[in-house]
Nanobody, 126 residues
Framework: QVQLVESGGGLVQPGGSLRLSCAAS????????VGWFRQAPGKEREGVSC????????YYSDAVKGRFTISRDNNKKMVYLEMNSLKPEDTAVYYC???????????????????WGQGTQVTVSS
């Protein structure tokens, strides 16, 4: 079992930056894909960015491409999401997730992910 805890959310002005962190415990992140997902009020949870452990492939949604960067440090069991040029529409609860890659078909498919953190709120507002 992998336990995930997010941190780093908060209130930021449009154009600002935040770095989200996700600490894993209970098991190594080796052989796990990791991802960041978000859910805004009244909307479905969506994939923001995901990162394969097997081959380093990344996925970014069109909404965040060029502004967000996902990274991981398996030795420290940490996953990060660097968010730049933040917009009000980035406001959401952000969740870290992990999934074993052996049978994975869709790197950033929500249904592929077995382990989830509790979420951290990101609010972009002036």
């Amino acid at each position: 079992q992998v336990q995930l805890v997010e941190s780093g959310g908060g209130l930021v002005q449009p154009g600002g930056s935040l770095r989200l962190s996700c600490a894993a415990s209970g098991y190594t992140l080796d052989f796990y894909a990791v991802g960041w997902f978000r859910q805004a009020p009244g909307k479905e949870r969506e994939g923001v960015s995901c990162l394969s452990d097997r081959d380093g492939r990344t996925y970014y949604s069109d909404a965040v491409k060029g502004r967000f960067t996902i990274s991981r440090d398996n030795n420290k069991k940490m996953v990060y999401l660097e968010m730049n040029s933040l917009k009000p529409e980035d406001t959401a609860v952000y969740y870290c997730a992990a999934a074993g890659e052996l049978l994975m078909k869709n790197l950033c498919g929500i249904d592929e992910y077995d382990y989830w953190g509790q979420g951290t709120q990101v609010t972009v507002s002036s």
